[in-house]
């Protein structure tokens, strides 16, 4: 999922580094990058749907929810971990719509070291093993 149809500064992160080589170095990715961030949030407000049709015995809207839930899951797992960075990465995709590779600098460090990096934490989507990794990046004084 992926917002720049709408406006490239959705999150508030125009100076954010992935966001900038997405949208400024005149590589024109915005038809073929997807962030992190908004398939996450996806997830997050799907899991509060499913909440709620739940209590309002919907179960129709609950398996529905219950499977996007599943499917924007997988892709951030299948597509977007980054385990040499311990982030989740900006994912590339070809002309077809299919994952190539995570966005990384020209030195081949994962672009999204920051919030949009981590926030399938706040998902509850991270393995036991990403959540380590990713807990030890905020807390860690190494500056990537």
């Known amino acids: 999922l992926k917002t720049w149809d709408y406006f490239y500064n959705s999150g508030g992160w125009d100076d954010y580094p992935p966001q900038v080589e997405v949208n400024f170095e005149g590589k024109n990715l915005k038809e073929k990058v997807t962030p992190v961030i908004t ?3 996806a997830i997050r407000i799907a899991k509060i749907l499913r909440f709620a049709a739940q209590e309002l015995s919907l179960p129709n809207d609950t398996t529905s929810y219950d499977e996007d839930i599943k499917t924007f899951s997988a892709a951030l797992q299948n597509h977007s971990w980054d385990p040499s960075s311990g982030y989740f990465g900006y994912v590339v995709h070809d002309s077809a719509g299919e994952s190539i590779e ?8 994962n672009y999204n070291q920051g919030l949009d990096g981590i926030y399938p934490l706040v998902s509850g989507i991270c393995t036991d093993d990403q959540k380590k990794i990713i807990i030890e990046n905020l807390f860690s004084q190494k500056k990537n």
Do not use: Y
């Not at 995570?102 to 460090?109: E, H, M, P, S």
């Open 102 to 109: 995570i966005l990384k600098d020209v030195d081949g460090q």
């Open 39 to 41: 398939t996450a949030q």
